[in-house]
């Protein structure tokens, strides 16, 4: 069984410009989180898809940030336009259930903001 | 707060055991988590306890939590130079529509042969 696959894996860009990153979780897994890892400091969720809905997205930091799941299968977030502060790493997890499954993650995208 | 708190770094040597610890703050927490991240590798899930547990032994790895604390450590008993990395323990926090975790900010395990 494939693992939760993230793309890219590392984006270099220009403060100002954008970028989409890409989560495709485990097939059959209706829940996909978001979070990020910021400068060696925790990580933090960012956001909660059940399939196609966002159930929880309490964590995204502004508005400049984007995530969409169409479909309820693979997810993008967008970050557009991008700032130093965004530079770090982005996880993406996916569960099969909600409340009690673990949730299993990606290898991240290591995002760095010029 | 949110806060879950974790000793930045820890040093050991090849074959002693290693202990890293870590305190939480949600005591409805119902699962604690143990991730390791290798260095350019993703987060692997390690182990996790059941908040009604106060022990669980997988192998080389032994998780204690104390409830009454909100305190959880993680033992490696005979520590490997491939036990190097950054692990991160995690609480489960799922209520009122919310699912997440809230990690910790990694302790750096160096093991020095």
């Known amino acids: 069984e494939a693992g939760v696959t993230q793309f890219p894996s590392h984006s270099v860009i220009e403060k100002g410009q954008t970028v989409t990153l890409r989560c495709d979780p485990i097939?059959?897994?209706?829940?996909l989180y978001w979070y990020r890892r910021v400068m060696g400091k925790e990580i933090k969720f960012l956001l909660h898809?059940?399939?196609?809905?966002?159930?929880?997205e309490s964590g995204m930091p502004n508005n400049r940030f984007l995530a969409e799941r169409t479909g309820g299968t693979y997810s993008t977030l967008k970050v557009q336009p991008a700032e130093l502060e965004d530079s770090g790493v982005y996880f993406c997890?996916?569960?099969?259930?909600?409340?009690?499954?673990?949730?299993?993650f990606g290898p991240g995208t290591r995002l760095t903001v010029l | 707060g949110e806060d879950v708190e974790q000793s930045l770094f820890l040093s050991v040597r090849e074959g002693d055991s290693s202990v890293i610890n870590c305190t939480y703050t949600?005591?409805?927490?119902?699962?604690l988590y143990w991730y390791k991240q290798e260095p350019g590798a993703g987060l692997q899930l390690l182990t996790y306890?059941?908040?009604?547990?106060d022990m669980k032994q997988d192998q080389r790895l032994t998780v204690l939590l104390n409830k009454k604390d909100k305190h959880l450590s993680l033992r490696i008993a005979d520590t490997q130079t491939g036990d190097s990395a950054i692990y991160f323990c995690?609480?489960?926090?799922?209520?009122?529509?919310?699912?997440?975790?809230?990690f910790g900010t990694g302790t750096r395990l160096k093991v020095l042969a």
């Open positions: 997890a996916s569960s099969h259930r909600t409340d009690t499954d673990t949730q299993y």
């Open positions: 097939s059959g897994h209706d829940n």
């Open positions: 898809f059940v399939k196609e809905s966002k159930q929880d």
């Open positions: 949600d005591s409805s927490s119902t699962y």
């Open positions: 306890i059941f908040s009604n547990m």
């Open positions: 995690a609480e489960f926090r799922g209520r009122s529509g919310t699912y997440k975790y809230i």
